[in-house]
């Protein structure tokens, strides 16, 4: 059984992980922990409680959106735009094509739901890797920025909107 927990030093050091992406992996192992003590950033892990091992993780982090990068995206703005950002969100292979790059995105979407509610904040943002990486984020309600084709974006009135059966 997968759980999405917060970060733990112990199961990552002790945990295989490889999603394909070396910077992806080292950043997990070598600097996910010191970023999380320093609450630079916060970073949740799939944990796969029967083999003792990460599935998957993502971390998040607050973020601003630069008016020219927003033009296309909010009108023409004179002030950096408030955001959530998605900084990494990785599946090891063992785990990837079974719905934890998925089960992770919810986590962290719904996560920015529940903050959007006591923090302001106009977008969520993802920065991918690759365009397969993008096309995944695009099948779940995102859209590409005009002028960055990998960076994308998820308004918070759309995150609202698509969490808004299960808030009271």
Do not use: N
């Not at 949740?44 to 083999?51: G, L, R, T």
């Not at 955001?83 to 995105?105: C, E, N, S």
């Not at 960076?151 to 009135?157: E, F």
């Amino acid at each position: 059984m997968l759980i999405v927990r917060d970060f733990s030093r112990e199961l990552v050091r002790y945990s295989p992980f490889d999603c394909g992406e070396p910077q992806l992996d080292r950043w997990l192992k070598e600097q996910a922990g010191q970023q999380d003590r320093r609450d630079a950033t916060r970073t949740m892990i799939a944990a796969d409680e029967a083999k003792v091992r990460v599935a998957g993780y993502f971390a998040s982090v607050t973020y601003e959106v630069a008016p020219d990068e927003a033009s296309g995206v909010l009108g023409r703005r004179r002030y950096p735009i408030p955001a959530m950002l998605l900084a990494r969100l990785a599946v090891d292979r063992d785990y990837q094509r079974t719905g934890v790059g998925r089960l992770l995105l919810f986590d962290a979407l719904s996560r920015f739901e529940r903050a959007s509610r006591d923090i302001g904040f106009e977008l969520v943002v993802v920065d991918a890797l690759h365009e397969d990486a993008a096309r995944f984020y695009l099948r779940h309600g995102f859209r590409r920025f005009v002028d960055h084709k990998l960076k994308l974006y998820l308004t918070t009135k759309d995150l609202r909107a698509t969490f808004a059966s299960t808030v009271d």
